[in-house]
C-alpha cells in the first residue's frame, strides 16, 4: 500500500466523505472528519511528526468513508498504520487494560452454545466477525483492533430461533459497518423502525481512545426507544437519560 | 487570563483549540496556494480556534475577541477556493455545530437550518422526504448552508433552480453592532435593505449567519439527460445564449471546450450536456422540453455516454493527484461575461494565461447560463514550482480581461485573491461596502 498516495489523494479533497463519518456526525467535532485524520496523518507519517498520529484515535474503523469516495480512496488502512506506529507506552499500556469482555451491563451475555473467540488482527475481525464474533481484544493501544463492537451475534441469534418481537415505536442506532448489513434483520423480528440515527455514539472504543470526543456526542433527539446493536452505545445513550437497549436485552426481557 | 482561557470559560474546555493536532485543520481553507504550502511545509499560523453551540455563545466570543484585540475568522466546511479564510492571530468560530434542520413547513416548502449544516447532509435529508433544493455544488458534501450565503454559491443545476440567492427567504444572524438579529422566511420582500440581499456574497464582513430559511421543491422522478458534439466552444455559446433568451432552460447545462471534451470524453469539438427535470408521471412534459431544446441546440448526437461527465465529476482529486504527482498545481477561476464578451474573454484569456510563463494547460467550460450572459469557469495548469511566483499575476491579467467583457466574479467570491481588482466592477462603490461593513462591524473584527 503506497501510503503516501492515499494521503496525498485525501488532502487534494475538500472531504467528499465528511457527511458518511458517523464520529463527526456525532461529534461535530472538525479534526475528527476524516479528511482532517489525513490531514495529520500525512504530517505523522510522511513528514515525520510522530505526535500527531494520535489523530488516528478519532476514527471508529467503520470504514463508511472508503465508500463514500468518489475513488475508493483506503483511508480506513492507513489510520490503522498510524495506530499501529503509534504504539508508544501510554497506548500500549492502554492497550493491556482495555481487554473487552462481554458486558452484561451492556446486554452482552455469554449464552450456552455460543462461541468465543479472541481477535487480534484486523483481517481476522473481519473474516470471521460477520455472524458471530463475539468479543476481541484490544491489542497494543492504539492498534487496529481498538474498534470495540459488542458484535452482531444477538441479532443473529434472533434470527436463528426466528421470532419476532413487536416492539412498538423505536429508533434504530446503525453507526457502524458491521450493523448495517443486518437492518433487514431488525426490521424483520422488531418491525419497521420510525427513524435512523446514524452517528457514533462512542461504541467503536472512542472512550477509550478519544474520551472528549464522547464528550461532545450530544444526547440525540429522540423520545421514543432506541434499539442500537452496539452494547456501549446503549449504555451511553442510558446514562444520558434515554431508552435505549440492545436486541439482546429486548430478547431477554430488558435490563431493567 | 488570556483570551483561550478566557474562551475555555465560556465555552468550556472541550470547544477551544490551541494545540496540534486538533488545530491543524484550521491552518488553510482550499485555496490553491494553501493547499500546495501545506504540502510543501508552509510556516504555521498563530490563532484560537472556538466552537459555539449558539448565538449567545457567538457574541460572547466576538466580544471576548474585541476586548483582546483580536479579529475573528469564520471557518465553516474550509472549502473556499479564493483564500477568504484567513486565521493568522484572530480567533477562528468554527459553525460546525450550528447544524440543526430546525423545521420543515412542507406546505410551503420551506426549511429552517442551522448555517454550518453542510449542504449534502441537508439535501439528503429533504431527499429522504421526497423533497430537494436543487442546489448542489461540487463541493456539496463539505460546504455549509452559510458558507454558501456568504459566498454567494450556486449549484450544478442553476438553470432550472437558481443561486443560493433565489432560495434564501429570511435568516438569522449575529452582527457584532447589534447582536442577534432574526429576518423571518418571506416568498418575497419588498422592505428597504432586505438582509437576505445584504448577507449574500457578504464573505463574512457584515455578521455570522447562524440560521437559513431556505426554498425547496419536490425532488423531480423523472430526469433525461442529453448531449451533444458541436465543432467548436464558440459554436456552443452561441447556443447557450439562444436557450437564454428565450427562456427554454434545461435543469442543468454544461458546455465544454475542446480540451474539456477530450479530456472527458476522448472526443473532437465541443460537448454540450443537459439535463431536463419534471415531477412523477410527466414523461411527456420532460420530453417535449428536451424535444424544444434540441430544437435550439441541435439533435444530441455524438456523445455515446453522457452519464460519464457526471461520474467524472467528482472524481476531481484523482486527476489532481496524477497532477500534483507530475509537478503539476491547479487552479480554477469563473467570470461573468455578457453573451456579447463571452467568446472574446474566452478566446483572449485563453491565449494570455497559454503564454504566461509556468502556465502548462489551460481549459473552460460554461456551467451556468442567465439571461445576459454566462458563468464561464477556467482551469489553469501551473507548475507547482512557480506557483507562488506567478499567482498574483495570474489573477491580475485574467481579471483585467474578465473586466472587459462583464462581471470579474461569478461563484467563488472576491476573497483575497480579488479584492485588489474589485474597484475594476465596483467604481466608487468600494467606500459603500466599506461603510455598511464599518456601521455594522466598528471594530472590524470580522474583516482580514
Ligand atoms: C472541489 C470544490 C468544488 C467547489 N464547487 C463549487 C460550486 O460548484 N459552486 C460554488 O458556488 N462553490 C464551489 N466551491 C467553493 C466553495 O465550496 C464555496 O465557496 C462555499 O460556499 C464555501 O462554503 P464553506 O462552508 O466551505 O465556507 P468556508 O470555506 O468555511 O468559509 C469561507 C468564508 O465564508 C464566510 N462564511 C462562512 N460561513 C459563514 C457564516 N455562517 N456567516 C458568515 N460568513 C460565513 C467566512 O468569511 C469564511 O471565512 C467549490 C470548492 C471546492 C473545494
Given at each position: 500500500m503506497d501510503i503516501e498516495e492515499i494521503l496525498l489523494q485525501c488532502l487534494l479533497c475538500p472531504g467528499a466523505c465528511t457527511p458518511s463519518c458517523p464520529v463527526y456526525l456525532g461529534?461535530?467535532?472538525?479534526?475528527?472528519r476524516p479528511v482532517n485524520i489525513a490531514r495529520a496523518l500525512y504530517r505523522g507519517l510522511v513528514k515525520g511528526g510522530e505526535e500527531l498520529l494520535v489523530a488516528s484515535g478519532y476514527c471508529s474503523l467503520c470504514d463508511r468513508c472508503r465508500e463514500a469516495c468518489p475513488v475508493g480512496n483506503d483511508l480506513p488502512s492507513v489510520i490503522r498504520i498510524a495506530r499501529r506506529r503509534l504504539g508508544d507506552a501510554r497506548a500500549r499500556k492502554l492497550g493491556e487494560e482495555a481487554i473487552y469482555m462481554p458486558s452484561p451491563e451492556a446486554g452482552e451475555a455469554v449464552l450456552p452454545g455460543m462461541r468465543l473467540k479472541i481477535i487480534d488482527t484486523w483481517s481476522m475481525y473481519r473474516a470471521v466477525s460477520y455472524g458471530w464474533m463475539v468479543r476481541y481484544r484490544l491489542q497494543a493501544g492504539y492498534s487496529e483492533d481498538v474498534d470495540v463492537h459488542t458484535g452482531p451475534y444477538t441479532i443473529e441469534l434472533l434470527e436463528n430461533i426466528d421470532i419476532k418481537i413487536p416492539i412498538g415505536r423505536y429508533m434504530l442506532h446503525i453507526p457502524c459497518k458491521m450493523d448495517r448489513g443486518y437492518i433487514e434483520r431488525f426490521r424483520r423480528v422488531f418491525g419497521r423502525e420510525e427513524g435512523v440515527l446514524e452517528r457514533c455514539?462512542?461504541?467503536?472504543g472512542l472512550d477509550l481512545i478519544a474520551p472528549k470526543l464522547l464528550r461532545m456526542i450530544p444526547r440525540p433527539g429522540t423520545d421514543i426507544p432506541v434499539l442500537t446493536q452496539c452494547g456501549r452505545a446503549a449504555i451511553r445513550m442510558r446514562s444520558m437519560g434515554l431508552e435505549a437497549y440492545t436486541p439482546l436485552e429486548v430478547y431477554l426481557g430488558g435490563t431493567r | 487570563m488570556g483570551p483561550a482561557e478566557r474562551l475555555r470559560k465560556l465555552l468550556g474546555d472541550d470547544y477551544v483549540i490551541t494545540g496540534w493536532p486538533d488545530i491543524l485543520?484550521?491552518?488553510?481553507?482550499?485555496?490553491v496556494t494553501r493547499i500546495h504550502s501545506e504540502l510543501r511545509d508552509g510556516e504555521e499560523d498563530w490563532f484560537i480556534v472556538a466552537i459555539p453551540g449558539d448565538e449567545e455563545e457567538i457574541m460572547g466570543i466576538l466580544r471576548i475577541a474585541g476586548e483582546e484585540g483580536l479579529g475573528v475568522a469564520i471557518y465553516a466546511g474550509g472549502s473556499n477556493v479564493v483564500g477568504r479564510y484567513t486565521p493568522r492571530e484572530r480567533v477562528v468560530i468554527d459553525?460546525?455545530?450550528?447544524?440543526?434542520?430546525?423545521?420543515?413547513?412542507e406546505e410551503s416548502g420551506v426549511v429552517a437550518v442551522g448555517a454550518g449544516t453542510i449542504i449534502g447532509e441537508l439535501e439528503d435529508w429533504l431527499n429522504r422526504r421526497?423533497?430537494?433544493?436543487g442546489m448542489i455544488p461540487q463541493s456539496v458534501s463539505v460546504a455549509t448552508v452559510g458558507g454558501l450565503i456568504a459566498m454567494g454559491g450556486i449549484g450544478m443545476y442553476s438553470s432550472g433552480y437558481g443561486g443560493i440567492e433565489d432560495i434564501l427567504l429570511g435568516l438569522e444572524a449575529v452582527i457584532p453592532a447589534l447582536g442577534h438579529v432574526r429576518i423571518g422566511p418571506s416568498p418575497r420582500r419588498d422592505l428597504p435593505l432586505p438582509p437576505e440581499r445584504l448577507f449574500t456574497s457578504s464573505e463574512g464582513m457584515i455578521g455570522i449567519v447562524t440560521k437559513a430559511y431556505l426554498q425547496a421543491y419536490p425532488a423531480p422522478e423523472t430526469r433525461v439527460r442529453r448531449g451533444l458534439l458541436l465543432p467548436s466552444f464558440e459554436e456552443g455559446v452561441e447556443r447557450l445564449r439562444r436557450i437564454a433568451h428565450h427562456r427554454v432552460r434545461p435543469d442543468m447545462i454544461r458546455l465544454l471546450d475542446e480540451v474539456e471534451t477530450q479530456v472527458t470524453f476522448g472526443l473532437e469539438g465541443a460537448a454540450l450536456i443537459y439535463e431536463v427535470h419534471g415531477p412523477v408521471d410527466m414523461e411527456e412534459y420532460v420530453e417535449a422540453r428536451a424535444r424544444a431544446l434540441e430544437r435550439l441546440v441541435g439533435e444530441a448526437s455524438g456523445i455515446e455516454s453522457v452519464e460519464m461527465w457526471f461520474e467524472e465529476r467528482y472524481r476531481y482529486m484523482a486527476h489532481l493527484k496524477r497532477l500534483y504527482s507530475a509537478g503539476i498545481a491547479v487552479e480554477t477561476m469563473e467570470f461573468s461575461p455578457l453573451w456579447s464578451g463571452a467568446t472574446k474573454l474566452y478566446v483572449e484569456l485563453r491565449d494570455i494565461l497559454l503564454g504566461m510563463?509556468?502556465?502548462v494547460g489551460v481549459s473552460a467550460h460554461i456551467g451556468h447560463i442567465h439571461p445576459a450572459g454566462c458563468g464561464i469557469y477556467f482551469t489553469v495548469l501551473i507548475e507547482a514550482d512557480k506557483l507562488h511566483e506567478v499567482y498574483q499575476d495570474l489573477w491580475r491579467r485574467a481579471v483585467s480581461v474578465a473586466a472587459k467583457y462583464g462581471g470579474i466574479s461569478h461563484h467563488h467570491g472576491m476573497g483575497m485573491v480579488r479584492k485588489p481588482y474589485i474597484e475594476l466592477e465596483y467604481d466608487g462603490w468600494v467606500e459603500a461596502v466599506e461603510r455598511i461593513a464599518s456601521a455594522l462591524d466598528p471594530d472590524g473584527l470580522l474583516r482580514p
Amino acid at each position: 500500500m503506497d501510503i503516501e498516495e492515499i494521503l496525498l489523494q485525501c488532502l487534494l479533497c475538500p472531504g467528499a466523505c465528511t457527511p458518511s463519518c458517523p464520529v463527526y456526525l456525532g461529534t461535530r467535532y472538525t479534526p475528527s472528519r476524516p479528511v482532517n485524520i489525513a490531514r495529520a496523518l500525512y504530517r505523522g507519517l510522511v513528514k515525520g511528526g510522530e505526535e500527531l498520529l494520535v489523530a488516528s484515535g478519532y476514527c471508529s474503523l467503520c470504514d463508511r468513508c472508503r465508500e463514500a469516495c468518489p475513488v475508493g480512496n483506503d483511508l480506513p488502512s492507513v489510520i490503522r498504520i498510524a495506530r499501529r506506529r503509534l504504539g508508544d507506552a501510554r497506548a500500549r499500556k492502554l492497550g493491556e487494560e482495555a481487554i473487552y469482555m462481554p458486558s452484561p451491563e451492556a446486554g452482552e451475555a455469554v449464552l450456552p452454545g455460543m462461541r468465543l473467540k479472541i481477535i487480534d488482527t484486523w483481517s481476522m475481525y473481519r473474516a470471521v466477525s460477520y455472524g458471530w464474533m463475539v468479543r476481541y481484544r484490544l491489542q497494543a493501544g492504539y492498534s487496529e483492533d481498538v474498534d470495540v463492537h459488542t458484535g452482531p451475534y444477538t441479532i443473529e441469534l434472533l434470527e436463528n430461533i426466528d421470532i419476532k418481537i413487536p416492539i412498538g415505536r423505536y429508533m434504530l442506532h446503525i453507526p457502524c459497518k458491521m450493523d448495517r448489513g443486518y437492518i433487514e434483520r431488525f426490521r424483520r423480528v422488531f418491525g419497521r423502525e420510525e427513524g435512523v440515527l446514524e452517528r457514533c455514539m462512542g461504541g467503536g472504543g472512542l472512550d477509550l481512545i478519544a474520551p472528549k470526543l464522547l464528550r461532545m456526542i450530544p444526547r440525540p433527539g429522540t423520545d421514543i426507544p432506541v434499539l442500537t446493536q452496539c452494547g456501549r452505545a446503549a449504555i451511553r445513550m442510558r446514562s444520558m437519560g434515554l431508552e435505549a437497549y440492545t436486541p439482546l436485552e429486548v430478547y431477554l426481557g430488558g435490563t431493567r | 487570563m488570556g483570551p483561550a482561557e478566557r474562551l475555555r470559560k465560556l465555552l468550556g474546555d472541550d470547544y477551544v483549540i490551541t494545540g496540534w493536532p486538533d488545530i491543524l485543520p484550521y491552518t488553510r481553507d482550499y485555496t490553491v496556494t494553501r493547499i500546495h504550502s501545506e504540502l510543501r511545509d508552509g510556516e504555521e499560523d498563530w490563532f484560537i480556534v472556538a466552537i459555539p453551540g449558539d448565538e449567545e455563545e457567538i457574541m460572547g466570543i466576538l466580544r471576548i475577541a474585541g476586548e483582546e484585540g483580536l479579529g475573528v475568522a469564520i471557518y465553516a466546511g474550509g472549502s473556499n477556493v479564493v483564500g477568504r479564510y484567513t486565521p493568522r492571530e484572530r480567533v477562528v468560530i468554527d459553525l460546525s455545530r450550528l447544524c440543526s434542520i430546525e423545521w420543515y413547513d412542507e406546505e410551503s416548502g420551506v426549511v429552517a437550518v442551522g448555517a454550518g449544516t453542510i449542504i449534502g447532509e441537508l439535501e439528503d435529508w429533504l431527499n429522504r422526504r421526497g423533497w430537494t433544493m436543487g442546489m448542489i455544488p461540487q463541493s456539496v458534501s463539505v460546504a455549509t448552508v452559510g458558507g454558501l450565503i456568504a459566498m454567494g454559491g450556486i449549484g450544478m443545476y442553476s438553470s432550472g433552480y437558481g443561486g443560493i440567492e433565489d432560495i434564501l427567504l429570511g435568516l438569522e444572524a449575529v452582527i457584532p453592532a447589534l447582536g442577534h438579529v432574526r429576518i423571518g422566511p418571506s416568498p418575497r420582500r419588498d422592505l428597504p435593505l432586505p438582509p437576505e440581499r445584504l448577507f449574500t456574497s457578504s464573505e463574512g464582513m457584515i455578521g455570522i449567519v447562524t440560521k437559513a430559511y431556505l426554498q425547496a421543491y419536490p425532488a423531480p422522478e423523472t430526469r433525461v439527460r442529453r448531449g451533444l458534439l458541436l465543432p467548436s466552444f464558440e459554436e456552443g455559446v452561441e447556443r447557450l445564449r439562444r436557450i437564454a433568451h428565450h427562456r427554454v432552460r434545461p435543469d442543468m447545462i454544461r458546455l465544454l471546450d475542446e480540451v474539456e471534451t477530450q479530456v472527458t470524453f476522448g472526443l473532437e469539438g465541443a460537448a454540450l450536456i443537459y439535463e431536463v427535470h419534471g415531477p412523477v408521471d410527466m414523461e411527456e412534459y420532460v420530453e417535449a422540453r428536451a424535444r424544444a431544446l434540441e430544437r435550439l441546440v441541435g439533435e444530441a448526437s455524438g456523445i455515446e455516454s453522457v452519464e460519464m461527465w457526471f461520474e467524472e465529476r467528482y472524481r476531481y482529486m484523482a486527476h489532481l493527484k496524477r497532477l500534483y504527482s507530475a509537478g503539476i498545481a491547479v487552479e480554477t477561476m469563473e467570470f461573468s461575461p455578457l453573451w456579447s464578451g463571452a467568446t472574446k474573454l474566452y478566446v483572449e484569456l485563453r491565449d494570455i494565461l497559454l503564454g504566461m510563463d509556468g502556465v502548462v494547460g489551460v481549459s473552460a467550460h460554461i456551467g451556468h447560463i442567465h439571461p445576459a450572459g454566462c458563468g464561464i469557469y477556467f482551469t489553469v495548469l501551473i507548475e507547482a514550482d512557480k506557483l507562488h511566483e506567478v499567482y498574483q499575476d495570474l489573477w491580475r491579467r485574467a481579471v483585467s480581461v474578465a473586466a472587459k467583457y462583464g462581471g470579474i466574479s461569478h461563484h467563488h467570491g472576491m476573497g483575497m485573491v480579488r479584492k485588489p481588482y474589485i474597484e475594476l466592477e465596483y467604481d466608487g462603490w468600494v467606500e459603500a461596502v466599506e461603510r455598511i461593513a464599518s456601521a455594522l462591524d466598528p471594530d472590524g473584527l470580522l474583516r482580514p
